[in-house]
């Protein structure tokens, strides 16, 4: 019975938990997405705290090791790490209930978060040489609209581009 295996991750070589091990030391709840502890001194509690360096996210220390929970969760329900970003469909980092997560690209991830609004207060919107400058960025590469003589022609034209791009 091994209770961690060697996986290639971000470059490193890295002791990962089974999903055996995991389920030997925790209990995940579909409908809550909690983890109780089934071992130790915090038996029948809740695992993990959220982390304000990690985003708001939850971490667990299993094993003297820290892993994020929806990555635990992951591996929990299906018995393999994630093969990519796992992301929060209602946008809460701390809501790890199973129908809440998702394998996504960057660009899926990035598309699925809180983008500040900006000056102007539309996204996307900047002032250039007495203008509004739209622009829209899609798989990591920018997208300039173009620069229109008032606000709500550069919101027409960044909606349209949404759109067009599949975020509408």
Excluded at 108 to 133: F, K, M, Q, S
Excluded at 147 to 162: C, D, P, Q
């Amino acid at each position: 019975m091994e209770p961690v295996r060697l996986i290639f991750h971000k470059g490193s070589l890295e002791m990962m938990i089974t999903q055996q091990r995991l389920k030997e030391v925790l209990r995940y709840n579909e409908d809550t997405g909690e983890f109780i502890w089934l071992v130790g001194n915090f038996k029948g509690e809740a695992a993990g705290s959220i982390k304000t360096r990690e985003r708001g996210r939850i971490m667990i220390c299993i094993d003297r090791k820290f892993y994020k929970a929806h990555r635990l969760v992951w591996l929990y329900m299906t018995g393999e790490w994630p093969n990519g970003i796992i992301d929060h469909i209602d946008r809460n980092p701390s809501n790890n209930r199973w129908p809440n997560l998702r394998i996504a690209t960057i660009s899926e991830n990035g598309v699925n978060r809180d983008h500040p609004l900006g000056v102007l207060g539309a996204r996307g919107i900047d002032e250039r040489c007495g203008g509004y400058r739209a622009k829209i960025k899609v798989n990591g590469k920018a997208h300039y609209l173009g620069t229109f003589s008032s606000l709500e022609y550069a919101i027409a034209a960044r909606k349209a581009a949404e759109l067009r791009f599949g975020r509408g």
